[in-house]
Structures are given as C-alpha cells and as structure tokens.
C-alpha cells in the first residue's frame, strides 16, 4: 500500500512542469495576498469614511478617526460614538469573518465556482441579521456592507490577477 502511494505520488512530481509550479506559486502568493493584505484595506476605508463623513460640511482639515472603544460598554466621544469603526463592538469576530470571506471568494474565483461567493454571502448574511437589527445605529449596517464590498472586491482583484498571471505564465 505504501509503495503504490509513492509510486503515484512520483509518476505526478514528473508530470509536474515548470510552468505548473509557477502558476501554484502565482496561486498561493495571491492568495496570501487576498486574505491577509484585505483586511488593511478594509480597516483604512472604515477609518476613510469615517473622516469623510465627520468633516463634511466643516472648513477645517480632516481629524484623524478618535480610537475605537475598548468594550461596547465603553463610551466614545461624541463625533465618533457612531462611526463605523465603533461599530466593531457590535459586529464581533469581524477580523476573522472577513480573512475567510476573502479566503471563500478567492478560492470560487480560480475553482470556476462563482455560485460558491453568492452562498458564502448568504451565509454571512443570515448569520449577521440578528446582530444588524439590534445595532444601535447605522453606522452597525455601514460596517456590515462597506466591510462586505471592499472585502469582496480585494479578492476578486486578486483572483482576476492570478487568472491573468497564469495565463500569461501558461502562454
């Protein structure tokens, strides 16, 4: 039994080229990407809109974002009790939600299996709905959408420039 596995596994490592190692590699350098640089991506659009909206209307230059609370019973001064980035409180565990929504739409994108994105929304979603309705404010749905989009969009980026890399690589 073992041998015949290490037979199988050979007869594959020779069929292997070089250019299937580099687009592997492409694969899983991306991918890292889409999952892990996401989630500075979406932490400086939350702060970015933040900012827009609480200057808006003022002459003065843009503040920077106050920090967001430590607990939900935790106040927050006045212009950012309701921001987005407060938000956070409400929607717990968003960090990791977001690395495997970005992991689950990469990974649809290079399978061919874009319904796998519309189920993995789905779930995100119906999971979420209680939290957004007790949400105390908009700034809790903001979160949910801004995070879900820009989330969404980065690795579809990476996916389109891996499928793009490959191709070129494959030429």
């Known amino acids: 039994m073992g041998s015949a596995w290490i037979e199988g596994m050979t007869s594959l490592a020779s069929q292997l080229t070089t250019r299937d190692a580099i687009t592997g590699a492409i694969a899983v350098v991306l991918g890292l990407v889409a999952v892990l640089a996401g989630s500075p991506v979406v932490r400086w659009l939350f702060r970015r809109v933040d900012r827009d909206e609480h200057t808006q209307g003022h002459a003065e230059a843009a503040q920077p974002v ?38 689950t739409v990469y990974v649809a994108v290079l399978a061919g299996f874009p319904e796998g994105i519309a189920m993995a929304l789905a779930v995100k979603s119906l999971a979420r ?17 801004i995070g879900t989009f820009a989330s969404v969009l980065w690795a579809l980026a990476c996916a389109g420039l891996t499928l793009w890399l490959q191709r070129l690589v494959m030429r």
């Open 66 to 103: 106050a920090p967001q609370a430590e607990t939900p019973d935790e106040e927050l001064a006045p212009p950012y009790r309701d921001s987005v980035v407060a938000a956070a409180s409400t929607l717990r565990g968003g960090h990791w939600i977001g690395l495997l929504e970005r992991l």
């Open 129 to 145: 709905y209680p939290e957004l309705q007790a949400g105390k404010t908009s700034a809790t749905a903001e979160r949910f959408i």
